[in-house]
């Protein structure tokens, strides 16, 4: 699996979107990039994926560039429960569902 | 549904004891794991099973068996506990469907071994 190099920390200031960069130049082809949050050493929890293509869901966007070798987690209004460790995780194609974990980016909202 | 469920939530052994961490999924799923997390760190894989049967090591599987006898439960052993095993253990559970999914995380066990 591609390696993935992100910030150890980052501030955002309650009420606004938090972007969380991720740099993964060495993906490959049929690599997803998967986001995962950690909150106070609870168990890891699922944000978002994607392949190539910018995706939406209920609790973020994904952005990933045309090259694909980075891509940008934006929770789009920061509330203070948002408060976590974000890992982003490059995993190889389906079938293989090993997940290989960073330290991750520590994203601390100030209100 | 409960989801990925955990026992114990907290255990404190002494060197040289065994015992076994218990992980439970009821959503029906192929893929079960074991992650350790130690102080600072992310998880690492200890070991991982794609069905009832089949189990197979991950990036620190030494100290540690498992076990598949069903899809729903995918217990982690410790054999002879050491101080280097003190950490929190989380068991996660994906479906197989083919395409990417989503891993369920349980709430973890926090063990100590003095």
């Known amino acids: 699996d591609a390696k993935t190099t992100q910030p150890p920390s980052m501030d955002c200031a309650e009420g606004r979107a938090a972007n969380l960069p991720c740099n993964h130049s060495?993906?490959?082809?049929?690599?997803?990039v998967y986001w995962y949050r950690q909150i106070h050493s609870q168990g890891p929890q699922y944000i978002i994926h994607?392949?190539?293509n910018n995706e939406t869901n209920e609790m973020a966007s994904l952005i990933i560039t045309e090259d694909r070798k980075s891509s940008t987690l934006i929770l789009p209004h920061a509330t203070l429960r948002d408060t976590a460790v974000y890992y982003c995780i490059v995993r190889s194609n389906f079938g293989n569902e090993k997940l290989t974990f960073g330290t991750g980016t520590r994203l601390t909202i100030i209100p | 549904n409960a989801g990925v469920t955990q026992t114990p939530k907290f255990q404190v052994l002494k060197t040289g004891q065994s015992m076994t961490l218990q992980c439970a999924q009821d959503?029906?799923?192929?893929?079960m794991s074991w992650y350790r997390q130690d102080p600072g760190m992310g998880l690492r894989l200890i070991h991982y099973?794609?069905?009832?049967?089949?189990?197979d090591q991950g990036e620190v599987p030494n100290g540690y068996n498992v076990s598949r006898s069903t899809t729903e439960d995918f217990p982690l052993r410790l054999l002879s506990a050491a101080p280097s095993q003190t950490s929190v253990y989380f068991c996660?559970?994906?479906?197989?469907?083919?395409?990417?999914?989503?891993?369920?995380f349980g709430p973890g066990t926090r063990l100590t071994v003095l």
């Open positions: 996660a559970s994906s479906p197989l469907a083919g395409r990417p999914s989503e891993q369920f």
């Open positions: 994607g392949l190539k």
């Open positions: 099973s794609v069905g009832a049967g089949i189990t």
């Open positions: 959503m029906n799923h192929e893929y």
């Open positions: 060495t993906i490959s082809g049929n690599e997803y």
